[in-house]
Nanobody, 121 residues
Framework: VQLQASGGGLVQPGGSLRLSCTAS????????VGWFRQAPGKEREGVSC????????YYEDSVKGRFTISRDKAKSTVFLQMNDLKPDDSAVYYC???????????????WGQGTQVTVSS
């Protein structure tokens, strides 16, 4: 099983990026998926997650209103649309299978390799 996060890059403050999470060896259509990030010297934190069963989503407070998690029609790809990016959003972003409720999230199972997001002028 392998998850793959992609779509990171260098963007100016206020800019946007869309991250994608795909998987081989399993179908994300049947898994809750979370996005996590880790900046240098900081602990990994959950950013957002999507429940496959009932569509529940969760957002960490600092990204509410700026980030949107979604799935494609087949639910095999999970996206994280990131708007109005700030320097504090700079981190390596990972996707992982997760537990996901309306008020919290955490990793559960499989991790992908990360994609670097750098927000800088």
């Amino acid at each position: 099983v392998q998850l793959q996060a992609s779509g990171g890059g260098l963007v100016q403050p206020g800019g946007s990026l869309r991250l994608s999470c795909t998987a081989s060896g399993l179908s994300l259509a049947y898994y809750n998926v979370g996005w996590f990030r880790q900046a240098p010297g900081k602990e990994r934190e959950g950013v957002s997650c999507s429940s496959y069963s009932d569509g529940t989503t969760y957002y960490e407070d600092s990204v509410k209103g700026r980030f949107t998690i979604s799935r494609d029609k087949a639910k095999s790809t999970v996206f994280l649309q990131m708007n109005d990016l700030k320097p504090d959003d700079s981190a390596v972003y990972y996707c992982a299978t997760a537990f996901c409720t309306f008020n919290g999230m955490g990793p559960r199972g499989y991790w992908g390799q990360g994609t670097q997001v750098t927000v800088s002028s």
